[in-house]
C-alpha cells in the first residue's frame, strides 16, 4: 500500500461488501491513522484486518480508519468495539497480529490480552 488514495479504495471496498451482504455492522473495529499510526504501520495492519475479515466472509463487521488516539508510543492502534463487551483497545499492532485478532476476538470472541493496552 503506497497512497492515502490505495487505503481510501479498500475502505470502500469493505463497506460496499457489508452494504451487499444486507448487514448493518455490529462489530466496529477501528484503526488510528493519524501520522503517528500511518508511521507506524498502521496501514499495512488495517489491510491485513480487511483482508482477514473479507477472506471469512465476516458480516456485520465496520472497519474504519480514525485520527490520532493520543497514544502515539502504541500504535498501530486497533480497537474493536462489539455490543455488549467492553470496548478493547490494542497496541502496537502488526499485520500479522491484526490477522490473530480477527481469529481469536472477532470470530472465537477472545481477547488477546498480551496486546491490551485498555479497556472502555
Do not use: F
Request: glycine residues 10%; aromatic residues 2%; neutral net charge.
Amino acid at each position: 500500500m503506497t497512497s492515502l488514495a490505495e487505503l481510501e479504495k479498500i475502505r470502500d471496498q469493505a463497506r460496499r461488501l457489508t452494504e451487499l451482504r444486507g448487514e448493518k455492522p455490529q462489530i466496529k473495529v477501528s484503526v488510528g491513522m493519524g501520522t503517528c499510526g500511518i508511521a507506524a504501520g498502521a496501514r499495512e495492519t488495517m489491510k491485513a484486518l480487511l483482508d482477514e475479515i473479507n477472506s471469512r466472509n465476516l458480516v456485520g463487521v465496520a472497519v474504519t480508519p480514525t485520527g490520532c488516539l493520543g497514544l502515539c508510543e502504541q500504535e498501530p492502534i486497533v480497537e474493536v468495539e462489539i455490543p455488549g463487551q467492553p470496548r478493547i483497545v490494542y497496541g502496537k499492532i502488526s499485520a500479522e497480529k491484526a490477522r490473530q485478532i480477527v481469529t481469536d476476538h472477532l470470530v472465537n470472541s477472545k481477547i488477546v490480552d498480551e496486546w491490551v493496552i485498555g479497556r472502555k
